[in-house]
């Protein structure tokens, strides 16, 4: 039912794809996602799929490709990263206005300026309001699960919206890892064909994709609608895991909960530094320290009075953003689960630390150190620094 | 063989009377020509822009054909993830029909903002119709110049004063810049419909990206009246101003020959927006439009291997 690969994500990625075999990808290049799309061209050149496969000019084109596609009723996907994803700003929220169910893999790579080819989350999290779906992966096992949820959780009636699902640049795109691969039968069985509510190439039955909406109009009850859509969106992705640990004996949940039971410092964290935060959990917990935490996978929709529940018993909590936030109030993570916590009326100290931009190295004596300042902060009960960048040359 | 205008008098028009383009717009005429010369079903794409806008007030529509609108910039990227759509479907037997793919775009859309995409979509050899509107500036949002306004044109971005008269560079040649891309590629007008419909009939029968050209007077943006738009196309083509020829696959073809030499002052006089090059101060400018238009009627001339 299932091979062990060494792979890398990328890899896994790909084959992840190649399973589910959508009817449309359009796709344009760029490092460090590039390599999915080579090895989907391959397969395409081998036959292996069916795949209409559309190297576009540009990741503009690319993303207004799947637009086209799936309005069509077709089941559709494309990948990106950084500039790429800069690029296809603008078609973002008309694929989720449109309610349009495409699924993309971004791998997590820095924005420019200065241009930079590595690892920090400023091009998701520039996308992070755009009405799609956000799923986040550690490692490239769960790139490859989260990727085949992902079109169940997109295309589900009560959802309908695009999907992103993410991976760091390098560290996780390009490093050899084990991955567990589903045979294809056992994906395509899993993800089903997809049914589309009036698809424009329905010749009978004429319909008119992405009218003009103006004063009067109906604009605000679509946006109503689409809040409601990606609120649904966390029930169905609890309902997807469970249908997928069947085939595959892993389940995830919202985020992950590494020793948070009767945890008094917690670090909250997305994608790969979670796996070098966990080694210093365990070596904390050693120590006799209370370490716990808490890795983010779905943050749109964001798992708010969830996350809260989860900490709200801690005596210091870090939430760590590998975005530059450009205000002195924090990082997006950190702003979220701040406001999550007042509107809760939990009093957490909570303190923000801003690292691995462009993807430098985060060390476990960097998250040492903040698990050591989560413990300074709860004997003092003050935060004296909100906002630390960590890891920064002097 | 073109269709008779009683053939096309019989067929429904695909675009229904009722949306909202101001009196006299140019662009329906063209939109409905071009539709009821297509002989298969057809899927409409369009820019935003004055057609759309005007035609798809949520919850009403004027398409009685699928129709689909995503950005300004990306109607030919849209429509090619349609095509590919029908494509992954026609393989796998979930659409049996033969369809025609055709797109819409203003000037802005195709000279400007959409070049890139329509540049692509033609490149990868999609087999689609692209129809340019062209009213030659920004209509739909008050009148702007564009890439393809002509030289001398006011605009609200090319404003007449002591410093300069309208516009102070010409209009890119947009048919020759999708003619190298080597497919099907034409000018036509809405005066000569008969010419219009023979060149969309072959756009939508070449297997392959065909491109269509098609002068859209404003009177709106033009300053004419709203009972003059074919006149309007017609002196155009009259006095060479808008030469009707096509390009298959690199071969040139003046498909109409103006009977009697008209200047293209005759032309750009009675347009308000052109009026200031009446002035004595301004006649070098229309000299200058007079002899691009020469020279570029001489390169069709030669490129198609005529001797007058």
Request: charged share 25%; net charge negative; aromatic share 8%.
């Amino acid at each position: 039912m299932s091979t062990v690969k060494a792979i890398t994500g990328d890899a896994a990625v790909a084959e992840a794809m190649r399973s589910i075999e959508p009817d449309v990808v359009g796709v344009y290049p760029i490092t460090p996602q590039t390599i999915i799309v080579e090895a989907y061209a391959e397969y395409v050149a081998r036959g292996e799929v069916q795949t209409e496969f559309i190297p576009a000019e540009s990741e503009h084109s690319a993303i207004s490709i799947c637009v086209g596609a799936a309005a069509a009723g077709a089941r559709t996907m494309t990948c990106t990263s950084s500039q790429g994803l800069a690029l296809m700003w603008e078609v973002l929220p008309i694929a989720s206005g449109m309610r349009l169910p495409i699924v993309m893999f971004d791998v997590n790579r820095a924005i420019s300026a200065p241009i930079n080819i590595h690892c920090d989350h400023s091009d998701t999290m520039g996308a992070r309001d755009t009405g799609w779906i956000q799923i986040y992966s550690e490692n490239a096992q769960e790139a490859y699960d989260n990727f085949i949820q992902a079109v169940r959780i997109a295309e589900h009636p009560d959802v309908q919206l695009p999907t992103m699902v993410m991976m760091d640049g390098f560290v996780i795109s390009h490093a050899i890892q084990r991955v567990e691969v589903l045979d294809d039968a056992v994906v395509k069985k899993f993800v089903g064909e997809r049914k589309a509510d009036y698809p424009l190439l329905d010749m009978d039955n004429p319909v008119t994709w992405g009218s003009f909406d103006g004063l009067g109009g109906w604009f605000m009850e679509f946006k109503k609608d689409q809040m409601q859509a990606i609120e649904n969106a966390k029930r169905v992705s609890l309902e997807v895991a469970k249908d997928y640990a069947k085939i595959s004996g892993r389940e995830y949940g919202l985020f992950e909960s590494y020793k948070m039971d009767d945890a008094e410092y917690a670090v909250i964290v997305i994608n790969s530094t979670a796996g070098t935060a966990k080694t210093v959990v365990d070596t904390l917990r050693d120590r006799g320290v209370k370490a716990g935490l808490i890795k983010i996978r779905m943050y749109r929709p964001f798992p708010a009075s969830e996350i809260v529940e989860a900490l709200k018993n801690c005596k210091a909590v870090a939430v760590m953003d590998r975005v530059p936030g450009y205000v002195d109030i924090g990082g997006p993570l950190f702003e979220d689960v701040q406001v999550a916590c007042y509107q809760e009326g939990v009093n957490v100290p909570l303190v923000n630390y801003i690292y691995g931009l462009g993807g430098r190295d985060i060390l476990t004596s960097h998250i040492e150190s903040v698990y050591s300042d989560l413990e300074k902060i709860a004997k003092t009960g003050k935060v004296a620094t909100p906002v630390t960048y960590l890891g920064i040359k002097e | 063989m073109v269709a008779t205008i009683k053939e096309l008098s019989e067929k429904q028009d695909l675009l229904s009377p009722g949306h909202r383009l101001c009196a006299g717009c140019g662009a329906s005429i063209v939109v409905r020509m071009v539709l009821k010369s297509s002989k298969k079903p057809v899927v409409v794409a369009s820019a935003t822009g004055c057609l759309e806008v005007s035609t798809t007030i949520y919850p009403f529509t004027a398409w009685r054909t699928p129709f689909i609108h995503s950005a300004f910039e990306n109607a030919s990227a849209t429509i090619s993830g349609v095509i590919a759509a029908y494509d992954a479907m026609k393989k796998k037997g979930k659409i049996k029909e033969d369809i025609n793919f055709v797109c819409f775009g203003g000037d802005g859309s195709t000279f400007d903002i959409g070049l890139q995409s329509l540049s692509g979509a033609f490149e990868r050899g999609t087999n689609f119709v692209y129809v340019c509107y062209d009213n030659e500036a920004y209509m739909n949002t008050g009148i702007q110049r564009s890439g393809a306004t002509p030289m001398g044109a006011w605009t609200t971005t090319s404003e007449v004063g002591k410093a300069q008269a309208g516009k102070r560079v010409h209009r890119k040649n947009m048919t020759e810049i999708m003619a190298a891309h080597g497919g099907y590629a034409a000018q036509a007008s809405p005066s000569h419909w008969r010419d219009l419909v023979m060149k969309a009939e072959k756009a939508f029968e070449y297997d392959g990206p065909a491109f269509l050209n098609v002068l859209a007077p404003c009177p709106r943006g033009w300053r004419i009246p709203t009972d003059q738009t074919v006149e309007f196309a017609r002196q155009a083509v009259e006095s060479k101003y808008w030469p009707l020829y096509e390009v298959m696959e690199g071969e040139h073809k003046i498909t109409y020959k103006p009977k009697k030499e008209i200047a293209v002052a005759e032309w750009l006089s009675p347009q308000g927006r052109f009026k200031h090059l009446l002035k004595d101060a301004n006649q070098p400018v229309m000299t200058e439009i007079q002899t691009q238009i020469d020279k570029e009627w001489n390169r069709l001339i030669k490129m198609s291997g005529e001797t007058t």
